[in-house]
Structure formats: structure tokens, C-alpha cells
């Protein structure tokens, strides 16, 4: 047998070719990218190493264009070793532009109107102190109340942005972020 027959390199099924190689690379270095755009507070809470974090740090300090790129390079090879799927997903949340985001800013306009809304509001307040226990039940109930007396006034929005500002929080809360 020749060398080929026992080997194709081709039915390998963790082949690679180089150029499917870039292209990860170059999209460690975009990620790279939004984790340096994003604040030092947002930072802390993505979970990465020490030398990411660092090396995140230094990019903060670097104001010259081609020593940018070169270290978004280094960047993207220290994020080789990274969890850079869970990275992906913490950045998502932070990124008001993602699908993500957007999805769990509407899921909260809905949690919030069916609280105000009088016909649905009890079994929505039920359905949410079972996903948020901690959640504070006086200053939510305090904050629905108002927030409806304001609906049927129709002047005022003050109250309805308390509440959505409560729910946020909690759901930033339970998402750790």
C-alpha cells in the first residue's frame, strides 16, 4: 500500500484548511475588538483569564493605529485559549445593536405591560415573583399600582419607567451582568 491509501488527510474530520483557520482568527480579533470598546465595568463581567484581562488593559493604554492592530492580533491568540462562546455571549448582552439584547429588552416591555395592564396584571405579578423571588414585592406592587393610575390618566410615564428600570435590574441581576 502506498502512503495514500492509508492516509487522506482530506477524510480527516478535524481538518481545517488554513483558510477556514483565518477566518476564526479574524473573528477572535472582531471579538477582540468589542471587548476592548466595551467599558472597564462591562469588562469585569465577562469571565476570561488574567493575561486576556490584561492584555485587554494594555489595548486601553496603546494610541498609535498599527500598534492597535498588532496587539488586537495578540488579543485574538490569547482568546485562542479563551471561552470565547461564553465571551460571544456575555458581549451580546452588552451590544445594544444584537438580537440577543433586543430580544430580552421586548420580553420586558411585555413583562411590564402585562403587569399595568388591570386584566392581566394578576397572573403576571404570580408568573414573575416565581422567576424573581428576591425581587422586592412592596416597591413592586407599589410601582404597578402607580403605573396603572397613570395609564388610566394617560399623562404621565414616570412610574412606568421605574418599573421597567426594577425589572431590568433584576434581570441584569439573574444574568449577572
Known sequence: MTE????????DENYKSKTQV???MEALQELGKKLVALSKSQRIKVPMTETL???LDEADRIKQREAQRRHLQY??????????EEIQHRVDLFDTTSALHNKLFQQLEITRDHLI???TSQEAFKKYLEDYPEV?????RQLIRQSQKE???GNKTTSKKK???LLREQQEAKLKL
Not at 4 to 11: C, I, V
Not at 75 to 84: A, F, L
Open 22 to 24: 483565518k477566518r476564526e
Open 75 to 84: 488579543i485574538g491568540k490569547v482568546m485562542r485559549s479563551e471561552d470565547h
Open 136 to 140: 422586592d414585592i412592596q416597591t413592586l
Open 163 to 165: 418599573l421597567f428600570k
Open 117 to 119: 395592564n388591570p386584566t
Open 151 to 153: 395609564a388610566e390618566q
Open 53 to 55: 484581562r490584561d492584555a
Open 4 to 11: 495514500f491509501e492509508q492516509y487522506d488527510e482530506f477524510d
